[in-house]
């Protein structure tokens, strides 16, 4: 994220949430439109307002760079907020997922393929590519490996640890993406009409991050 801003100084976080991703050393403002979480950012957070995405109170070209992190797919018009971005900062950057890679996640593909039938439909990484692509601009896509101790609790960062902590974070994950495509999809994952896990559906499509350990996962690709 700090390669991606560059040099910028003022940087605009737009759907900001609690502040978990804010860049230090920089003069971050950030935007969120829930009062709940904005309650939630921790004492010394960036100075924060509450907007949305597609209305942000801002002067045309008043940041070095806007940042968006995990948040374009829970907006109401993804298009007029990526052009709002453009128009408030000289460069956008902005982390999201590619759907038909999580397709091939062992948890999504062998286990719950109703999240990726689902997340077709939301707003992912064509959606960002289109929306901050111009005639005079060029969209540069840099994917991110996530390292298997990931302390974040987004539903990739359990590649590695489906029991962590004793099976709470990552069901509780589940549970949370069967919520979206139905109680039926969960059950068929916690009852075990699914394949069992392998060693070889637990290993990263591509070199993981600099967390990766090297070491082997034992039969069942739990540690």
């Not at 050393?25 to 957070?45: F, H, K, N, Y």
């Not at 637990?202 to 082997?216: E, N």
């Amino acid at each position: 994220m700090h390669a991606a801003l560059g040099a910028a100084a003022t940087v605009l976080n737009v759907g900001a949430g609690a502040g978990s991703y804010e860049p230090d050393g920089r003069d971050v403002l950030a935007v969120e439109p829930s009062a709940t979480m904005l309650c939630q950012r921790p004492p010394g957070s960036a100075p924060a307002v509450c907007a949305v995405a597609e209305h942000l109170p801002c002067a045309d070209h008043r940041f070095d760079a806007a940042l968006a992190v995990l948040t374009v797919h829970h907006w109401r018009d993804p298009a007029t907020g990526l052009a709002e971005l453009r128009r408030v900062s000289r460069r956008q950057v902005v982390f999201t997922w590619d759907v038909e890679v999580m397709a091939r996640y062992w948890l999504v593909g062998e286990y719950l393929p109703e999240i990726a039938e689902r997340e077709r439909g939301l707003a992912n990484l064509d959606a960002v590519v289109r929306g901050l692509s111009g005639p005079d601009r060029r969209v540069v896509v840099k994917p991110v490996p996530v390292p298997w101790d990931c302390s974040d609790g987004f539903l990739a960062a359990y590649w590695r640890r489906p029991q962590l902590p004793g099976r709470r974070r990552a069901g509780g994950h589940v549970r949370r993406g069967g919520a979206a495509v139905g109680r039926g999809a969960t059950r068929s994952a916690e009852t075990g009409r699914r394949p069992q896990l392998r060693q070889v559906a637990a290993r990263p499509p591509r070199p993981p991050g600099p967390g990766f350990t090297g070491r082997r996962l034992p039969p069942g690709g739990r540690d």
